[in-house]
């Protein structure tokens, strides 16, 4: 991995957006249109905001959630309304278009048969921000969770997979690690030394869902942490 420590969260915040500015608009001059995946959480919430007050020309960008809790999109726990209150209902311009997770919060059967219809699913994302938990979940593949397992295996080939959380609510959707690594750009951005050293640790004492990322994309990966 490319682990790139700052001194401060703001200054990671900054970073992030520039290098994401620049990304896009390298991926722009070549590609008719650009599929992005973002994290929900505390974590990313100012960054999301400057992205928002920045140059970048969101036509022809769609975005979604690398992963989704099956709440109603007007619940306080829903990261799509995150989403749109901190990133696409600040954007200026032309807003990007916008893929929910969740179409049938009631049924997490039938709101997966739903996903697998829309086919900019099955696009290789051209980037992906991600959070880490201090239990070493990312997207929404958990420990100790029996779905989250067969969603981590490499050989799995679905894109999207219902899972379950260890906190309320539990019912979770969210994208295959196999589909994750596919992205061509990857973002790990985190805060805290509690998280720094699950990160870092070369002989993990467990099996943490990060580890199986971390290995998975070895150097492709970029992991900006701040304290």
């Given at each position: 991995m490319n682990l790139i420590k700052f001194k401060s969260k703001e200054i990671l915040e900054d970073k992030l957006v520039a290098d994401t500015v620049s990304i896009i608009q390298k991926l722009q001059k070549n590609q008719n249109s650009l599929f992005l995946l973002f994290?929900?959480?505390?974590?990313?919430?100012?960054?999301?905001?400057?992205?928002?007050?920045?140059?970048?020309?969101?036509?022809?960008?769609?975005?979604?959630?690398?992963d989704e809790r099956l709440v109603d999109s007007k619940s306080e726990y829903s990261n799509g309304k995150f989403l749109f209150e901190n990133l696409i209902n600040r954007i200026k311009s032309d807003k990007p278009k916008f893929l929910p997770l969740v179409q049938d919060p009631k049924n997490e059967i039938n709101n997966l048969l739903l996903l697998n219809q829309e086919s900019l699913f099955s696009k290789k994302p051209d980037i992906i921000f991600l959070g880490m938990g201090n239990d070493g979940h990312f997207a929404s593949l958990f420990p100790n969770d029996n779905n989250s397992e067969i969603g981590l295996n490499t050989n799995?080939?679905?894109?999207?997979?219902?899972?379950?959380?260890?906190?309320?609510?539990?019912?979770?959707?969210?994208?295959?690690?196999?589909?994750?690594?596919?992205?061509?750009?990857?973002?790990?951005?985190?805060?805290?030394?509690?998280?720094?050293?699950?990160?870092?640790?070369?002989?993990?004492?467990?099996?943490?869902?990060i580890y199986n990322l971390l290995e998975s994309r070895k150097n492709a990966i970029s992991v900006y942490w701040a304290p």
């Open positions: 994290s929900g959480g505390s974590t990313p919430k100012i960054f999301l905001q400057k992205l928002s007050n920045t140059a970048i020309n969101w036509t022809n960008i769609t975005i979604s959630l690398a799995y080939n679905e894109i999207l997979l219902n899972t379950n959380a260890p906190v309320h609510p539990e019912k979770r959707v969210s994208f295959s690690l196999n589909h994750i690594i596919k992205s061509t750009h990857l973002f790990l951005f985190c805060t805290g030394e509690e998280k720094l050293n699950i990160i870092t640790n070369t002989t993990p004492k467990e099996e943490l869902p």
